[in-house]
């Protein structure tokens, strides 16, 4: 298994990791199997993998109760990233309140997160989104307690902006900063991928297949069923999905070449940008998942990735990558 080290902290982890939140939240209902699931992320780390992304809202909780359970035994060997942040629903069901940041949320919630993990130490507190009501400064500095606490080695941020991410390292630190990039997803790469080879901090890709589109098993015919979070994303109506399947075609054509599935070519092309970048693409499917990591063995040469780049560029997309609501989750 290839290994990367995030940015310029010493917290190194398998080149691809793998993203647990549609074990249990967000995509198609009914879920899988729980033994299943388990099954499969230990198959994931017989595969090599080590980093293991969840959240206390996926579920909620019980997407960290999975990963807890699965990673028992083996709890040395895997680094396991979380995230806190929000107001989640009294009863338990999905979906929150609001966002929350503040100092004395975070220590609290920390404390269930570990319990639920069956670990003493989070290797990577994300802020899941960014507070506005919160200043930055105060939630690095939150976290810095708990790194002194022994209790988080690594703080990162998910969806920040570069001026809150700057705000935030100059308190503490941050090792990694988790946002959606994908070839078909490529914002990140005006501000902030700039911004974080600067500060020397990592960058965790999520989505980095497009929420499946990318795989090519989805078209404007195909049906996503009811309670899919893809039913509320601008990008996902059917219209939308027709006019971005070239995007898709783009990844075949390559795939041709290299004898590899678009997934795999989608996953080498996000490879391919920065050493310091590890992509953690989900699935509930051991096949998926052996296609997946297979990607790490497709070598895309310099002309390749300026041949897709052009091609790229002449396609036009089509759709917002989320409801309004959560794009204005994305701190500054």
Same mark, same amino acid.
């Given at each position: 298994m290839q ?7 010493n ?20 879920f ?10 230990r198959?994931a ?5 080590t ?6 809202? *996926? ?5 960290? %109760?999975?990963?807890? $359970?699965a990673?028992? &035994?083996?709890?040395?060997?895997? +680094?396991? /990233?979380t ?5 989640l ?6 979906g929150w ?18 319990k639920?993990l069956?670990?003493?130490?989070i290797d990577?507190? *994300? ?5 506005? %009501?919160?200043?930055? $400064?105060?939630?690095? &500095?939150?976290?810095?307690?708990? +790194?002194? /606490?022994?209790?988080?080695?690594h703080?990162?941020?998910?969806e920040?902006g570069v001026?809150?991410?700057r ?20 914002k990140p ?6 911004t974080?080879?600067?500060l020397g901090?990592?960058f ?16 404007e ?5 009811q309670?899919d979070?893809r ?15 070239a995007?898709?075609?783009l ?15 989608a996953?080498?092309?996000v ?10 693409p ?29 091609a790229?560029?002449?396609?036009k997309?089509v759709?917002e990558r ?11």
């Amino acid at each position: 298994m290839q290994k990367r080290r995030l940015g310029n902290g010493n917290l190194e982890v398998s080149a691809l990791g793998l993203g647990c939140m549609g074990m249990t939240f967000s995509y198609s209902p009914p879920f899988p199997d729980r033994k299943l699931m388990i099954a499969l992320i230990r198959a994931a780390i017989n595969l090599g993998v080590t980093f293991f992304d969840t959240a206390e809202v *996926y579920g909620p909780f019980t997407n960290e %109760d999975l990963l807890g $359970e699965a990673l028992e &035994g083996v709890r040395d060997q895997v +680094v396991i /990233a979380t995230k806190f942040g929000f107001n989640l629903n009294a009863d338990g069901s999905p979906g929150w309140q609001g966002l929350n940041s503040r100092p004395e949320h975070i220590k609290t919630v920390v404390e269930a997160s570990l319990k639920r993990l069956r670990t003493d130490v989070i290797d990577l507190y *994300y802020q899941h989104r960014v507070d506005p %009501d919160v200043p930055i $400064e105060d939630v690095a &500095g939150a976290v810095k307690d708990l +790194v002194e /606490a022994g209790k988080v080695k690594h703080f990162g941020l998910s969806e920040a902006g570069v001026k809150t991410i700057r705000r935030a390292n100059a308190v503490l630190p941050v090792t990694a900063v988790q946002s959606e990039y994908s070839l078909w997803w490529r914002k990140p790469e005006e501000e902030l991928i700039p911004t974080l080879e600067e500060l020397g901090i990592g960058f965790v890709p999520f989505s980095p297949l497009g929420k499946g589109f990318l795989t090519g098993k989805i078209d404007e015919k195909t049906e996503i069923v009811q309670g899919d979070f893809r039913n509320t994303v601008p990008r996902f109506a059917p219209e939308a999905r027709k006019a971005n399947l070239a995007i898709v075609d783009l990844l075949a054509e390559m795939g041709r070449k290299k004898s590899a599935t678009p997934a795999q070519i989608a996953l080498a092309w996000v490879l391919a940008q920065k050493p310091w970048m590890a992509p953690i693409p989900g699935t509930t499917k051991l096949a998926r998942l052996e296609e997946n990591l297979a990607a790490m063995s497709v070598e895309l040469s310099p002309d390749d990735l300026k041949e897709m780049d052009a091609a790229a560029s002449k396609i036009k997309l089509v759709g917002e990558r989320y409801p309004e609501n959560l794009e204005k989750m994305t701190g500054l």
